[in-house]
């Protein structure tokens, strides 16, 4: 069984508008992830260089011009396209990139300045997309838009369950699918515009045909199905935008559900319920000796500001409200805390969440209720942290401070971000959540991370004059280590996980579909993200740790691993093990460095060992992997002749972090 493909790839080069961009990747997200699928922009470069087609489920192309499009594709770009279309991927144009996946477009034919006719090399759909199909479209202007009513044809969905026959779709600019004269069958019209239209359209006036493509499909469009209207701003120049706004909203349900449904129809998974980006939550500031926590806050305090009795840190990314469990319920406070948020209150639109103040709960008395916390058991937390510091003796106060929030945008973020309170935080310092709603990977990678997965992000002073003895970047290989090592030492009996790391910095696990195979296949499970800042004399870092412990999509999660006999993974208790075992080796890696015995406990628990690569920018020189350097943690691999015996040469590898496959996107040089 193949590897299921988890990208969902969104076009944000050449050609593309800020809106339709936002549109598609909100709606996108809101519909597939985060339980199925990764949301990630993609520009021209990257599908021009990038091993992308292998790990992508659905490419889309937006709203925009076409022509920009052409530009920097045309050739080479739409030959990658059209291969990774036609060997079973999917590809969705909306409006611009509708006319961009037709064999020719014909868009304004005889208004001077504004018409553009070509054949396009894509040719997914064998016919025309002429435009646009009503009157009124200007350039960077919302003149044009409309309501467009778009009568569906259910045979086409027999699979999709209820459809309605009649969807209201956002337009501007889009066109109308019109066949070619031989009548081929290769295309299905699954909505017709039902009103008159300012083009010839044929006898359907198809605003969205989909097409089988070699083993692969496409889905195009004329008409915006992917404008939320919650996203859609007043236009104050633009007569009857408002009602515009209005009756998409009423008819919101009907328009997501046949999204939905084109989505099905492209062979993936949807959410089944449409719900709202989850609001954020406040966060609980606690320790392990709850007067600990008033020694936190006095080193905090050249950070804090104070208005009207009330307490803030304003970093720069991020405002934090500092509340007491006996003011939290003050009602002036609150409403000057809400004042600065503009997060609507059920969840709808794209929303700049550096502009809501984050609220802190101080506990200084005594941890957390679970009432309080219902998705996370502080007495858990503090009690595993004090078992296992009895098993790791070394570990003796990384999560002692520590903070805790059902939903937030990316704890990595908060604490990275903003420069003025990481400076001031403690080394082991750790922020958990059960719920990112902006979660950060390698690149520009965003995501939602659902429930069921550990996020957590620790901070770690490390000084500066250790830095060159005691490189930073093998703080990342520190913790692949402390991850694999905590799974194993969970408890009796989770010792034989089949738990992996892989090169630089991902955690990958057994799949059980394949668990009995004589080729064994490993997937995906966690990952690790390090950023670094600088601050009196130490660097500060701040590592992102994110597993798949109790949700079992996208890929599959440790709690899928586990025989019957064994009780699932407790996510606190998982948090505290990665801690102390965390604390050990980096005290072990202060002490001797990336040392003979850290290197083999590396070893012992990677994927790599006597891998063959491919190095593609050196003409195709295979070479085998044999371990990392000792001086910056680089892959090290020794030079491969015909009959894959050494050469004698060595290479350094090093990854440039933005690549869809670490081992596609290698950086190289000879040592």
Not at 444 to 466: D, E, K, R
Request: net charge neutral.
């Amino acid at each position: 069984m193949a590897p299921r493909k988890l990208n969902v790839l969104v076009y944000t080069g050449t050609g593309t508008t800020v809106e339709s961009v936002k549109h598609a990747i909100y709606t996108l997200r809101r519909l597939l992830a985060p339980n199925y699928y990764a949301v990630i922009p993609i520009n021209e470069t990257a599908l021009l260089k990038e091993p992308w087609p292998s790990t992508c489920a659905l490419l889309v192309f937006p709203g925009g011009a076409d022509l920009g499009y052409c530009r920097v594709l045309n050739g080479a770009g739409n030959a990658i396209i059209a291969q990774y279309v036609r060997r079973g991927g999917a590809y969705l144009g909306f409006c611009a990139g509708g006319y961009y996946g037709s064999k020719k477009c014909e868009f304004e034919v005889g208004n001077r300045g504004m018409e553009v006719v070509g054949p396009r090399e894509l040719a997914f759909f064998p016919g025309i997309c002429r435009g646009g199909a009503f009157k009124g479209f200007q350039y960077h202007s919302e003149k044009g838009a409309r309501v467009a009513r778009l009568r569906v044809d259910r045979d086409a969905f027999k699979e999709a369950g209820a459809l309605p026959d009649e969807v209201l779709s956002y337009y501007n600019g889009g066109g109308v699918f019109v066949p070619p004269s031989n009548g081929t069958d290769e295309y299905q019209v699954l909505a017709s515009y039902a009103d008159e239209i300012a083009v010839d359209g044929g006898e359907k006036k198809a605003a969205l045909v989909y097409c089988k493509v070699g083993m692969g499909s496409a889905l195009l469009t004329g008409p915006h199905p992917e404008f939320a209207p919650a996203n859609l701003s007043p236009q104050n120049d633009v007569p009857g935008y408002d009602d515009l706004i209005a009756t998409l909203k009423a008819a919101d349900k009907d328009r997501a559900t046949f999204l939905k449904a084109c989505l099905v129809k492209l062979g993936l998974e949807v959410n089944q319920e449409t719900t709202g980006v989850p609001s954020l939550s406040r966060m609980h500031l606690s320790a392990f000796n709850s007067s600990d926590v008033d020694d936190l806050l006095h080193g905090l305090e050249e950070a804090i500001t104070r208005e009207d009795g009330e307490e803030y840190i304003k970093g720069e990314h991020d405002t934090f409200h500092l509340e007491k469990p006996d003011t939290k319920w003050n009602m002036e406070a609150l409403k000057r805390t809400l004042s600065h948020d503009n997060q609507p209150a059920n969840g709808e639109g794209i929303i700049d969440y550096s502009t809501i103040t984050k609220r802190v709960l101080i506990h200084d008395e005594t941890w957390p209720d679970t009432k309080e916390t219902p998705y996370f058991n502080h007495h858990v937390f503090y009690s595993g942290l004090k078992s296992y510091r009895e098993i790791d003796r070394e570990a003796r106060t990384w999560g002692d401070q520590f903070m805790y929030g059902e939903v937030v945008t990316s704890t990595n973020t908060l604490l990275e971000k903003n420069y003025k309170l990481l400076s001031q935080l403690p080394t082991g310092f750790t922020l958990a959540a059960t719920t990112q709603i902006a979660g950060r990977g390698r690149g520009n990678n965003v995501w939602v991370a659902p429930a069921g997965s550990l996020i957590m992000s620790t901070v770690i002073n490390h000084p500066a004059h250790l830095a060159a003895s005691r490189p930073i970047v093998f703080i990342q290989y520190l913790a692949a280590v402390a991850i694999v090592e905590a799974v194993k030492s969970y408890d009796k009996g989770y010792d034989k996980l089949p738990v992996k790391l892989k090169w630089p910095n991902d955690i990958y696990a057994l799949d059980p579909r394949h668990a009995g195979d004589d080729a064994p296949q490993y997937v995906k499970i966690g990952g690790i993200l390090s950023n670094c800042a600088y601050s009196a004399g130490s660097y500060q870092i701040v590592l992102g740790i994110g597993i798949n412990t109790t949700n079992g999509r996208p890929t599959t999660s440790l709690d899928a691993l586990l025989p019957s006999h064994l009780p699932p993974f407790r996510i606190e208790r998982l948090i505290a093990r990665i801690l102390t075992r965390l604390e050990v080796l980096y005290g072990e890696f202060v002490r001797t460095g990336f040392s003979t015995e850290m290197e083999r406990k590396y070893y012992t628990h990677w994927l790599h060992g006597r891998q063959i690569v491919t190095l593609e920018a050196e003409g195709g020189v295979r070479a085998r992997i044999v371990g990392i350097t000792r001086d910056w943690g680089m892959l090290m691999a020794e030079e491969l002749n015909s009959d894959d015996k050494p050469t004698g040469k060595m290479w350094a590898l090093q990854s440039d972090e933005n690549s869809f496959d670490f081992f596609k996107g290698l950086v190289r040089r000879k040592v």
